[in-house]
């Protein structure tokens, strides 16, 4: 059983920055593909990106291409997710997943984190 924290969210001001981070319990880690996704408020949970278990190979969904860079650290058992010039919209509960392969459906992760809030003001 792997256990996930993630940390890093808050609250920010559209334009600004904040950098994700989830902290596997196991060195399995790193045999398994990562992801995000978030659930804003009265909406389904949805896709934000994924890695590799590598970490060569990585998927992002449209709404975030060009502001997320999802990564990681095999070594530290970590993967994080950069995310710059957040927007109003990108307001939610951000989950990190791993799972035997990379894949946008949620149901294909095994373990999931408690999720971290992210805030953006306008």
């Known amino acids: 059983q792997v256990q996930l924290v993630e940390s890093g969210g808050g609250l920010v001001q559209a334009g600004d920055s904040l950098r994700l981070s989830c902290a596997a319990s196991?060195?399995?880690?790193?045999?398994?593909?990562m992801a995000w996704f978030r659930q804003a408020p009265g909406k389904e949970r949805e896709f934000v990106a994924h890695?590799?278990?590598?970490?060569?190979?990585?998927n992002y969904a449209e709404f975030v291409k060009g502001r997320f860079t999802v990564s990681r650290d095999n070594p530290n058992n970590t993967g994080y997710l950069q995310m710059n010039n957040l927007k109003p919209e990108d307001a939610a509960v951000y989950y990190c997943a791993i799972g035997p392969s990379p894949r946008t459906e949620s149901t294909q992760y095994r373990y999931w984190g408690q999720g971290t809030q992210v805030t953006v003001s306008s």
């Open positions: 890695i590799s278990s590598s970490g060569r190979w990585t």
């Open positions: 196991e060195r399995t880690f790193s045999l398994y593909a």
